[in-house]
């Protein structure tokens, strides 16, 4: 029998089996299982195990994958389809606004891990909204990567930015450029 269920703290897999003839786990069942326990271990779970009235039990229990909330800062919204499509199946989750102000107001509900910039919009100078998320106490931790047609990686550096990444932009490359500031693995293939 298998058991999959999911709770706040991770998602616990429970096997039971019950050998036709209630034999004891022998020696290389128990090597296995503490194989087990040492890989969940590794990937910050647990695993445990009993024997009672013939049926073997294990449970394994991973943590929860907790997503990536990427807010972009962008006036166009074919800009936010295409990148909520570019990430589709990954870890990251695209938070779209269109205005320093709506940026603002979703960094406090949402708390975003990184901020990504259009710095040429029509309503705001996108290099004074850099400024201003560099210094203000909500932004001022959250990484933050220009997303420009123009080619002044220098400026944006300068200014606060951690990196430029050009229009227009390949899923490859947009997804690597999360991963270089999240931490986490882009994903293979695409």
């Known amino acids: 029998t298998l058991t999959l269920s999911s709770g706040q703290d991770g998602a616990p897999i429970e096997v039971r089996a019950s050998p036709s003839d209630n034999s004891p ?15 969940a271990e590794e990937w910050g779970g647990t695993l445990s195990h009993s024997q ?10 991973l943590p929860m994958a ?6 972009l800062i962008d006036d166009n919204p074919d800009v936010a389809s295409l990148l909520e499509r570019y990430v589709a199946g990954t870890a ?7 205005s320093l102000d709506q940026a603002l107001a979703t960094v406090d509900e949402r708390r975003p891990d990184l901020i990504i ?22 932004t001022a931790g959250i990484p933050i ?10 400026l944006a550096l300068a200014l606060g930015a951690r990196a430029l990444l050009r229009k227009p932009v390949s899923r490859e490359e947009f997804l690597s450029a ?3 500031q999240t931490g986490q693995a882009a994903p293979a293939g695409g």
């Open 145 to 154: 990567i220009v997303f420009t047609i123009l080619a002044q990686t220098e």
């Open 92 to 98: 990251y989750q695209i938070m779209a606004a269109s």
């Open 117 to 138: 910039l259009d710095v040429m919009m029509p309503a705001m100078d996108g290099w004074d909204a850099l400024g201003h998320l560099r210094n203000h106490p909500l």
């Open 25 to 39: 786990l022998e020696a290389n069942d128990l090597a296995n299982l503490g194989m087990a326990r040492r890989l």
């Open 66 to 71: 907790k997503p990536v909330r990427v807010l």
């Open 178 to 180: 999360l991963a270089q």
């Open 52 to 61: 009672r009235h013939g049926t073997c039990s294990a449970a394994v229990t």
